[in-house]
């Protein structure tokens, strides 16, 4: 996978509901090599939830939540998965 990634760096979405289990280690071995040496940055969205999956915090560097209220408008919490 990381040689895909040095060939062609282009934005990617990924769209999940967040519930699955942690990568196989040569995955999150990858994308860490692709975060140190090209600078991935891996953005999860919560959306109504407070608490990401495992899955989700291995893979993410940056965990975004939203939270909606009914009566007023949503907030936006951000932190650094890792």
């Not at 979405?13 to 975060?35: C, N, R, S, Y």
């Not at 899955?55 to 408008?73: E, F, K, M, W």
């Amino acid at each position: 996978m990381f040689s895909r990634l040095t060939e062609s760096v282009r934005p990617q979405l990924l769209i999940t509901d967040g519930q699955f289990k942690v990568p196989a280690q040569e995955l999150l071995e990858e994308l860490q090599q692709a975060q140190w040496e090209l600078g991935l940055e891996v953005h999860g969205l919560l959306v109504g939830v407070e608490d990401a999956s495992e899955g989700l915090r291995s893979i993410s560097t940056h965990i975004h939540t939203v939270q909606l209220h009914s009566n007023a408008p949503a907030t936006v919490r951000s932190s650094a998965a890792r």
